[in-house]
């Protein structure tokens, strides 16, 4: 009798500890691109290898929780001499800063859409960002999509002032599956 009543209410209480579900990151599921513009026009670009995790709590987006790191020498662009410009120390410097970084700490529902927010660490400089995205989690899947602006200067980032326009605008679209 204590068993059946022990099994009742731990099934009553299934729904309330739900399990979250677990998604790795790679470069195969997970695309960043950027578009830096200057007054002559624009370059697109963006990184080959990321890795990290993002876990969801069922189908509730804002239960999200997302660690990313990102290959800085990875970094491609439309134009092989720009490629390595990018990569020295007047952009990325990748030497002696060859990852970035990208955790959420807070996700919260808008409209029919979601703000993601996160630190965003490049550069060896961290800064808390707030993004715009489209997310659709399952128990087998995790989509997210998104498309914003930065000012690269916010992270030390200031070579070809004037030249170069400080705003980036980058896109992230994530298609990951158990």
């Known amino acids: 009798m204590i068993r059946r009543m022990l099994s009742i209410a731990v099934l009553a209480l299934l729904p309330i500890f739900t399990l979250a ?5 790679t470069g195969s599921n997970t695309e960043i691109k950027f578009v830096g513009t200057k ?19 069922g189908t509730d ?9 990102i290959d800085v020498n990875s970094l491609y662009s439309d134009n092989d001499k720009l490629t390595t410009h990018l990569k020295s120390p007047d952009f990325f410097g990748v030497k002696s800063n ?14 029919a ?4 927010t996160g630190d965003f660490t ?3 400089k961290k800064n808390s960002i707030t993004i715009p995205a489209k997310i659709a989690a399952t128990d087998d899947s995790l989509t997210l999509t998104t498309s914003f602006s930065i000012d690269r200067t916010k992270w030390g980032m200031s070579y070809g002032q004037g ?14 599956k158990k």
């Open 122 to 124: 490049m550069l060896g």
């Open 98 to 111: 060859p990852k970035a970084m990208f955790e959420v700490t807070k996700v919260e529902k808008d409209g």
């Open 113 to 116: 859409d979601y703000k993601v």
């Open 61 to 69: 987006a804002t239960s999200l929780q997302l660690k990313l790191d």
């Open 21 to 25: 579900s677990d998604f790795p990151l």
């Open 163 to 176: 030249k170069v326009d400080n705003m980036v605008k980058l896109s992230v679209s994530l298609k990951a």
């Open 39 to 57: 007054p002559q026009g624009k370059h697109d670009g963006g990184f080959k290898t990321v890795t990290g995790n993002a876990s969801v709590k």
